[in-house]
């Protein structure tokens, strides 16, 4: 079945700087994808999801890449504040039509002031 | 936006008793999920169900039972609980026509002693 590895388990960085997370999967059949963020004690809330093959979505004050090809998806904060400080969460869907997701084990990002 | 409760938000329970947890979902969604988060793995897929009526086991099934009453409504019961099953549970739903999203409660934290 999926598998989905997510890097790296912990990031901290400075107030301004940039934060990659990245998650390669393993079906080449997968068809949506999604990011998700949790905030300390708190649900998780649906970041962006994307599902073209070699898509960069822009949100505020992050992009999501997705490359199919190498069966890659990243999401980078551009210019990380205190606020983006949470644990973030890649889902890939198993098929097309199931509604099921695999989940990636999560990064835990500290924005440092 | 969807809207998903969970009862109760924290629990406490004896080694051996039984344990249910509610969920509650307001936006017709034909599909729901149990999920469980521990630190290391991310989120594991339990039981899921497609309409009322319906439970599918998911990845982690073993020591878990479902129920789907109505369209609204779905738990997961702990017959006999473990330590091993202390952990923080997410209820989720979703629709296939939505791309497969989910959307999720605010979570159950369980304590087995």
């Known amino acids: 079945g999926e598998q989905v590895e997510q890097r790296p388990p912990h990031l901290s960085v400075r107030e301004g700087d940039s934060a990659v997370i990245t998650c390669t999967y393993t079906?080449?059949?997968?068809?949506?994808f999604f990011w998700y963020k949790q905030e300390p004690g708190a649900s998780l809330q649906l970041l962006m999801k994307?599902?073209?093959?070699?898509e960069i979505n822009e949100g505020q004050g992050f992009t999501v890449l997705l490359n199919k090809k190498d069966k890659r998806l990243s999401l980078n904060l551009t210019a990380a504040h205190p606020g983006d400080s949470a644990a973030y969460f890649c889902?890939?869907?198993?098929?097309?039509?199931?509604?099921?997701?695999?989940f990636g084990t999560g990064t835990r990002l500290q924005v440092l002031p | 936006e969807a809207a998903v409760t969970q009862s109760p938000r924290n629990k406490v329970a004896v080694t051996g008793g039984k344990v249910t947890l509610s969920c509650n979902q307001t936006n017709n969604h034909n599909n729901m999920y149990w999920y469980r988060q521990d630190t290391g793995h991310g989120l594991r897929l339990i039981h899921y169900?497609?309409?009322?009526?319906?439970?599918e086991k998911g990845d982690i099934p073993d020591g878990y039972k479902a129920s789907r009453p109505s369209q609204e409504n779905f738990s997961l019961i702990l017959e006999l609980a473990t330590p091993s099953q202390t952990s923080v549970y997410f209820c989720?739903?979703?629709?296939?026509?939505?791309?497969?999203?989910?959307?999720f409660g605010p979570g159950t934290r369980l304590l087995v002693l």
């Open positions: 079906d080449p059949n997968s068809y949506y």
């Open positions: 889902a890939v869907s198993v098929s097309s039509n199931t509604n099921k997701v695999v």
């Open positions: 994307v599902f073209s093959s070699t």
């Open positions: 989720a739903s979703g629709d296939i026509g939505d791309q497969d999203t989910q959307y």
């Open positions: 169900s497609y309409g009322a009526g319906s439970t």
